[in-house]
């Protein structure tokens, strides 16, 4: 978990590109929404893994989504509730349903249909957010953390010193 940390801000101060780890940060919120225990959220994994986006900061992101989303599965819950009863939509799900291993992704669950729904609405905002905070980091934020007080105190502690050399080999 630590190097995770420590990966995702060296990629925040380093030349990796903004829209990578915006993009991170988007995936991360979507998967980080929905629940685990299904095919689509293995196969969305597996697809967003694959991409080229900075994997410490989805990783991250995906956990703290995670920890957040159970206090929204009630919202979760109407959405997908709301899409799945739609007249138009059932007879493509009765489709769906007749293929072999479709229904594992559990798209017939309220809450991951909702999460997934979600997920996809918030993607776009997670990037902006995600690109801003980046661009607001590196002009006004990175060098003056790197010249605080408390930064240069505890690059002398040798556990800390011994955790950058780590890092940076990594």
Known sequence: MLKTLIKMINAFSSNTDPGAIAHAFACGVLLGFMPKGNLLWVLLFVFI????????TFSLTVIVAALFAPLLDDVFNSVGYWILVKESLIPVYT?????PFVAFTKFNNTVVMGSLIIGLACYI??????????????K??????????????????PLIQKLSSLASKI
């Open 140 to 157: 006004y934020f990175a060098d003056a953390v790197r010249r605080s007080r408390i930064v240069k105190l505890t690059k002398q502690i």
């Open 49 to 56: 893994f694959f991409m080229r986006i900075q994997r410490a």
């Open 125 to 138: 905002p997670a990037y902006v957010f995600g690109r801003l905070g980046i661009w607001l980091w590196r």
């Open 95 to 99: 489709k769906l349903l007749d293929i």
